[in-house]
């Protein structure tokens, strides 16, 4: 498949490429730093053999994720689907948040996933077929408990993706979640899971499990959709 991978700098959304290149994919990969993106293009494509093709931009500007979507398409022929991992942070109580850094946390995880899906849609609608998985917390679920913001803002792309998918159905667009609870940020990929602990938060998952689950997505057969796979470290506390 050739897919554009969201937010693949660094974190879950790297892992996600380097997952979905080992696999035999083709993938697009968007963040805003552009020297983390080359660095990880020519790593996981070093003959230059338009495997991966990176397109340094933010989600939350129309012009980027339009920009994404017409190179990827420009490069491989067309695309097949998208993995958005792009995502901000603000865990401040409401009442002490700046305004700012909330201003920018939605522009990243809501108006950004709502961008960077509009923009593949038409692609995808036109070839009949692809896949489109958000990647969301745990907060997002309705009566979760903090951070706030976040429970905000992903509870956002649930309802985006719980509707688009009635959508997209009709023309063969089909939608996912990957909720997850805690994974770690800097341990090896492929840590064993008992291995990773948080001081609050009990234990966490590894990146490459998470890898796994996007590509159990992208090889289901067109016509089955995985609505949601929810995907928790054993004994996660919240
Ligand atoms: N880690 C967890 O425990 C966990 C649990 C549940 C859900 N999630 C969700 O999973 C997603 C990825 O989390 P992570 O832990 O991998 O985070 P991360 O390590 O901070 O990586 C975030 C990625 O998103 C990119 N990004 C941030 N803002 C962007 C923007 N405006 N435009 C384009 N790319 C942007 C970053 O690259 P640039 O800075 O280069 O743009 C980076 O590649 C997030 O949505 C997060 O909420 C994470």
């Not at 008992?194 to 067109?222: Q, S």
Request: glycine share 10%; hydrophobic share 40%.
């Amino acid at each position: 498949m050739h897919l554009l991978v969201a937010g693949s700098s660094s974190g879950i959304g790297e892992t996600v490429a380097r997952r979905l290149v080992g696999a035999g994919h083709r993938v697009v990969l968007m963040a805003r730093r552009s020297a983390e993106l080359r660095g990880l293009a020519d790593e996981l494509d070093p003959e230059q053999n338009n495997r991966v093709i990176c397109v340094p931009g933010d989600v939350g500007h129309w012009s980027d994720c339009k920009k994404a979507v017409d190179e990827g398409v420009a490069a491989f022929g067309h695309l097949d689907g998208l993995v958005n991992a792009a995502g901000a942070w603000v865990e401040d109580p409401l009442d002490e948040a700046d305004a700012n850094d909330i201003a920018g946390f939605i522009e990243t995880d809501v108006a950004g996933a709502t961008y960077i899906t509009k923009a593949i849609l038409p692609v995808l609608r036109k070839s009949g077929f692809g896949r489109i998985v958000h990647i969301n917390g745990l907060q997002g679920l309705i009566r979760q408990r903090p951070p706030v913001l976040y429970a905000a803002v992903e509870a956002a792309v649930r309802g985006l993706c719980e509707s688009l998918r009635w959508e997209a159905a009709t023309y063969g667009v089909h939608v996912s979640l990957l909720t997850l609870g805690g994974v770690a940020n800097t341990d090896p990929d492929d840590t064993p899971q008992n291995k990773l602990r948080h001081p609050e938060r009990g234990h966490l998952l590894n990146r490459g499990e998470v890898a796994d689950a996007i590509l159990y997505i992208m090889d289901r057969p067109a016509g089955v959709n995985i609505d949601e796979i929810v995907l928790t470290p054993l004994g996660q506390k919240f």
